[in-house]
């Protein structure tokens, strides 16, 4: 069984979105199942998918005139940037340094996306 299964709880009452995170849970699902053999198509699966919702997502915000630089594009943007530059979260290690931005990412200007922010000053490079 699944860590975390669908439930009503995590529903949107928006039918394409909820099927979308229903999608999701289930690919996170069947990625945990996995054996060793199934993982790397599983896990494969589960980050297009996440890309594709994250894509949709974004362009449904700009097609109703939600701000690109709002908080909740800019989370999409840190999740497809910290796999870009190799960021272990357990560790803090950037593994490809070489992909780091040269001047701090700005955007929704909440704590997390500030100059001070401990996000940006706590990476440690490998």
């Not at 909820?18 to 990625?31: M, S, Y």
């Not at 297009?48 to 005139?65: G, K, L, N, P, V």
């Not at 943007?77 to 560790?91: I, S």
């Amino acid at each position: 069984m699944p860590t975390w299964p669908w439930s009503q709880t995590l529903a949107m009452d928006l039918p394409v979105m909820d099927e979308t995170h229903r999608e999701f849970v289930n690919l996170l699902g069947d990625v945990e199942e996995s054996d060793s053999l199934e993982l790397l198509v599983r896990w494969s699966a589960l980050v297009a998918h996440t890309q594709q919702h994250f894509h949709a997502d974004d362009s449904w915000m700009r097609d109703t005139h939600f701000a690109s630089s709002n908080c909740h594009t800019v989370q999409h943007r840190l999740v497809l940037h910290l796999r870009r530059v190799g960021y272990d979260t357990a560790t803090g290690i950037v593994h490809l340094p070489q992909a780091l931005p040269t001047e701090v990412i700005r955007g929704c200007a909440g704590e997390a996306c500030s100059d001070t922010s401990p996000l940006r000053d706590g990476a440690k490079v490998a």
